[in-house]
């Protein structure tokens, strides 16, 4: 079975701080890697893709560890806005669809 | 203007009504999705759709039944309405049936089942 494992948290951080986490994937085929940010009672909105090299933008850093199936992201200097549900979101290629990660909850704390 | 639009956006029924959800997307995609979010947060696929054509049939009860009359849209239909249903149904779109690009979600429609 595919599946996409991340901590649920909630992950409660004070604002500033660095927080990182991560998830695993299950499906050593899959070729696209995302996270996804999900507001409360919102949709799901793309944050960033997961590249092999790695890949940064502005506050956000994303990381794929292919050997070990890992992803990861790193938020620095972490706002009151940065509150929200990230979402690992793995591809397997062809038309299998999007595989999500249950999410994990950041709580950023004034 | 709104790239995955769904309506309704709340959906209060009865138990055993049926109901229809709409979705459409101005964006030029070809792939169109449907996808549950239970109460437990965890979002599962439904459905896909490439240029109207059925991709993606996950395991859902057949009185959930998708309909794409062209590839701008894909409704939702779904018969003899139970409690379990309750959930939030969020429609997506994809530049192509591989999805390497990522999905565009609709706002969600939420359906609460009485």
């Known amino acids: 079975r595919k599946e996409v494992e991340q901590d649920p948290g909630p992950f409660n951080v004070p604002e500033g701080a660095t927080v990182a986490f991560n998830c695993t994937y299950s499906n050593s085929a899959s070729q696209s890697f995302f996270w996804y940010r999900q507001d409360c009672r919102k949709e799901p909105k793309l944050l960033m893709s997961?590249?092999?090299s790695g890949n940064e933008d502005g506050r956000f850093t994303a990381q794929l560890n292919r050997a070990s199936q890992y992803i990861s992201l790193l938020i620095r200097d972490s706002k009151l806005s940065d509150s929200a549900t990230y979402l690992c979101?793995?591809?397997?290629?062809?038309?299998?669809?999007?595989?999500f990660g249950k999410g994990t909850h950041l709580i950023i704390q004034p | 203007d709104t790239a995955v639009s769904q309506t309704p956006k709340y959906l209060v029924t009865q138990m055993g009504n049926d109901k229809s959800i709409k979705c459409e997307q101005n964006l030029g995609h070809d792939t169109m999705y449907w996808y549950k979010q239970d109460s437990k947060k965890f979002l599962k696929i439904m459905f896909s759709?490439?240029?109207?054509?059925?991709?993606i049939n996950e395991t859902v009860p057949n009185r959930f039944s998708p309909k794409s009359p062209d590839k701008a849209h894909l409704n939702l239909h779904i018969n003899s309405l139970e409690l379990g249903d309750s959930a939030v149904y969020f429609c997506a779109s994809s530049q192509d049936i591989t999805g390497g690009y990522g999905y565009t979600f609709g706002s969600g429609t939420r359906l609460t089942v009485v």
């Open positions: 979101v793995v591809h397997g290629g062809g038309a299998d669809g999007l595989t």
């Open positions: 759709y490439n240029n109207k054509e059925l991709i």
């Open positions: 997961v590249y092999s």
